[in-house]
């Protein structure tokens, strides 16, 4: 049994904070262990909720055409969340929630050593943007180490206001050069984190 595997089960059991009550299933995440991009989202929804996989809902399935337009498939690509079980009523997050579930993540992240993480919306954007404002840096990159993070808009607001949409597919359409320049900075490891507009 891989690493991964091991510790989505590991997720799966887990009971420290109180979504662990009214959660139907956990939703780990899902995709390679070996993936070069990892999308992080909010928390699961009802679709979520129901099958224990990420993203499968309305805007997950928006997100899998935003995948699609940049040549890959969501096979290829990692995608978890902030926190892996469905608050109540699809509430937001509570930070007490936030913090319970921040190991798993970060132990994610330290398996799959993604060259690019993109964050989906304010929560897993707040994580590694602190104090920023998505509408002020989505499609803007910081490198911190050797890992690239990338924020955007979560694909469910273009489902509520259609005027984001160009903008999510303008963000999504930088995703290959923000690979690209992943890979070219695969030596330079350390480098103080800094942040660059593509």
């Given at each position: 049994m891989s690493a991964l595997v091991e510790l989505n089960a590991e997720i799966e059991r887990c009971r420290n904070c109180e979504l662990a009550k009214h959660r139907t299933k956990v939703v780990p995440g899902e995709g390679p262990e070996n993936?070069?991009?990892?999308?992080?989202?909010?928390?699961?929804?009802?679709?979520?909720?129901?099958?224990?996989?990420?993203?499968?809902?309305?805007?997950?399935?928006?997100?899998?055409?935003?995948i699609g337009m940049i040549g890959?498939?969501?096979?290829q690509v990692f995608i978890a969340n902030v926190i892996k079980c469905r608050p109540p009523d699809n509430r937001d997050p509570l930070p007490g929630e936030i913090q319970s579930c921040g190991k798993w993540l970060e132990s994610q992240l330290e398996l799959i050593r993604p060259k690019v993480v993109v964050t989906l919306g304010r929560y897993s954007m707040a994580k590694y943007f602190p104090g920023?404002?998505?509408?002020k840096i989505h499609g803007r990159a910081r490198r911190v180490n050797n890992i690239i993070y990338f924020a955007m808009y979560h694909p469910a607001a273009a489902l509520?206001?259609?005027?984001?949409r160009k903008v999510i597919e303008a963000d999504m359409l930088k995703l290959p050069g923000v690979l690209?320049?992943?890979?070219?900075?695969?030596?330079?490891?350390?480098k103080p984190a800094q942040l660059t507009m593509f």
């Open positions: 993936a070069r991009l990892l999308f992080i989202g909010e928390a699961p929804g009802w679709y979520e909720d129901q099958s224990g996989r990420p993203f499968v809902g309305p805007a997950g399935q928006y997100l899998d055409q935003l890959l498939k969501r096979s920023e404002s998505i509408s509520h206001q259609g005027n984001l690209a320049e992943a890979d070219a900075a695969t030596e330079e490891k350390d």
